[in-house]
């Protein structure tokens, strides 16, 4: 009697972008509500107070913000996509085969795996002679199933990372500067603090914008971020005539 070996499966990774909806969702969103401050702003109706001028200007900041952390957020996710669409992974009896669309492999047999840690949304499967790394996305088809039979082999445990404080800082340089732009009465502080809050959600934008070059969501990431701006200069502007 003859056996036909079963073939392993191959694990790979859905081919539409779960995220993207919901992400044209808040983009159009906060586009349309900057939009609205800005027209505001342009013709403000009589007996418009203060009050309301403020929490626009707190409204216009928040998104500000926001925009800014989808953006990272967004990036991130869109880079681990296309590793997703680069590699398939293979899990045989005996080892864990990774394998590149041009064509080139990496293994680490089974009973070699030295480690298995969970870090964002990844399992890095770390093993071999010599020592090698795999990662693998949590969003392929089938990763619960990958991930139960690596575990018979090894245990998962967190991964830390140290991040240096200084990688914080842009950020916040960028709230305290939103915040002295709103709080503030004195024409110096306005104008450098809008001025401070542009340059440094241009910084993050320009370091992102070759991620979204020829993406269907490029016009709405230079949307969002002209408008930002738009809305900065505007209460600058409100501030400093004002302050005279």
């Not at 909806?21 to 906060?30: K, M, Q, S």
């Not at 027209?39 to 403020?54: A, K, M, V």
């Not at 990688?167 to 709103?182: G, M, R, Y």
């Not at 320009?206 to 070059?213: D, G, K, N, T, V």
Request: charged share 15%; aromatic share 14%; hydrophobic share 50%.
């Amino acid at each position: 009697m003859f056996y036909t070996r079963r073939p392993m499966p191959l694990y790979s990774a859905p081919t539409t972008r779960s995220y993207q909806r919901r992400f044209r969702i808040f983009g159009w969103g906060a586009i349309a509500v900057l939009i609205g401050i800005f027209l505001f702003s342009i013709y403000e109706p009589e007996g418009t107070g203060r009050s309301t001028d403020l929490a626009l200007a707190w409204l216009a900041g928040a998104i500000v913000l926001a925009a800014v952390v989808v953006v990272y957020v967004l990036s991130f996710k869109e880079a681990k996509w296309k590793v997703m669409h680069t590699f398939q992974w293979e899990l045989t009896t005996e080892k864990l085969i990774q394998r590149h669309e041009d064509g080139a492999t990496g293994e680490i047999p089974l009973a070699q795996i030295a480690s298995l840690h969970e870090y964002h949304g990844w399992l890095l499967v770390r093993g071999g002679e010599p020592q090698r790394l795999i990662g693998i996305p949590s969003d392929v088809n089938g990763f619960e199933d990958l991930k139960r039979e690596l575990t018979t082999h090894c245990a998962v445990t967190p991964l830390k990372i140290k991040f240096s404080p200084w990688s914080f800082l842009p950020h916040v340089l960028l709230i305290a500067a939103i915040f002295f732009l709103v709080k503030s009465h004195n024409r110096i502080i306005v104008l450098t603090a809008g001025c401070t809050a542009i340059l440094l959600q241009g910084r993050a934008f320009y370091s992102l914008r070759r991620r979204w070059q020829n993406k269907p969501t490029y016009l709405l990431f230079i949307a969002t971020y002209v408008l930002s701006c738009l809305v900065i200069a505007w209460w600058v502007f409100q501030q400093t005539t004002a302050a005279q």
